[in-house]
């Protein structure tokens, strides 16, 4: 029986006749091959993987979200703290810069100089002005 190149293998059995070459095979080498067993560590790799994916996923929740608690928790502790230390600064410098008027005033004999708060409060003045001036220049409104 002659076989054209284009026809279909002829099986017999569990033998087949090649439709290129007319030679007969056996049915067992044309089956897929067999799939090979998996490494004897696949679990440790399974659970590596779950971690993984578990630690992505907390990663990208939890970790904003306890940030933003902190964030809630001392937020107000570390704003009060700062507005004391701040005011605190500011009537310490009020207080030094008098003193050193008085001290300036008492070695130099300047009458004028007996009450400088006058000066230290518009020196203040002047300066806050200015800083608040040049921070509204900057401002994105």
């Known amino acids: 029986m002659a076989l054209s190149a284009d026809a279909p ?11 290129k070459t007319g030679a007969a095979t056996n ?5 897929a091959p067999v799939p090979s067993t998996p490494p004897p560590d696949w679990p440790a790799q399974a659970a590596d993987a779950i971690v993984r994916n578990v630690d992505k996923v907390r990663n990208k929740t939890t970790v904003p979200a306890r940030t933003a608690a902190k964030g809630l ?3 107000p502790a570390v704003a ?15 207080r030094f810069f008098e003193r050193l008027l008085i001290k300036i005033g008492d070695t130099w004999s300047v009458s004028w ?12 003045g002047v300066v806050f002005t200015c800083t608040g001036w040049r921070l509204w220049s900057k401002a994105k409104i």
């Open 27 to 31: 049915l067992a080498t044309m089956t």
């Open 9 to 19: 293998a002829a099986c017999c059995g569990s033998r087949c006749l090649s439709s």
């Open 80 to 94: 009060t703290f700062i507005s004391v230390i701040s005011v605190l600064l500011l009537i310490g410098s009020l």
């Open 113 to 124: 100089l007996a009450e400088p708060m006058w000066m230290i409060y518009t020196l203040f």
């Open 73 to 75: 928790k001392y937020g």
